[in-house]
């Protein structure tokens, strides 16, 4: 009964990591407020849109949009200044470019 009880914890665990994200129409209905800057240089986190839902990361930057939002792991909303923004962040062409610049701000997707 333990390691049923165990092994279901890990699984959830496992799962709340992964980076199914909607974009909400408002700030106050966001996990998270996002910038898309216009260098790479300038983002805390550089992020690849993937095709499949079960190419989402474990917050490495590879997202997945949903397209309702209580199928997703955050909700985040686009602001339209960087100041406005928890995270900045650049949308990279290739899945391999994803990774994080700031470690310090990985916290807030989680």
């Given at each position: 009964?333990?390691?049923a009880?165990?092994?279901?914890?890990?699984?959830?665990?496992?799962?709340?990591?992964?980076?199914?994200?909607?974009s909400?129409?408002y700030a106050n209905?966001?996990?998270?407020?996002v910038?898309?800057?216009?260098?790479?240089?300038?983002?805390?986190l550089?992020?690849?849109k993937?095709?499949?839902?079960?190419?989402?990361?474990?917050?490495?930057?590879?997202?997945?949009f949903?397209?309702?939002?209580?199928?997703?792991?955050?909700?985040?909303?686009?602001?339209?200044y960087a100041?406005?923004?928890?995270?900045?962040?650049?949308?990279?062409?290739?899945?391999n470019?994803?990774?994080w610049?700031?470690?310090?701000?990985?916290?807030?997707?989680?």
């Open positions: 009964m333990k390691f009880i165990t092994i279901i914890l890990l699984l959830l665990c496992l799962d709340s990591y992964g980076q199914k994200m909607f909400v129409q209905q966001a996990d998270v407020k910038f898309v800057v216009d260098y790479p240089n300038k983002a805390d550089l992020a690849y993937v095709k499949y839902e079960n190419q989402a990361g474990k917050n490495n930057g590879l997202w997945f949903v397209k309702y939002p209580n199928q997703a792991d955050k909700k985040i909303f686009f602001t339209k100041n406005q923004a928890d995270l900045l962040i650049y949308f990279v062409e290739y899945q470019q994803a990774v610049r700031k470690k310090e701000k990985m916290h807030l997707l989680y």
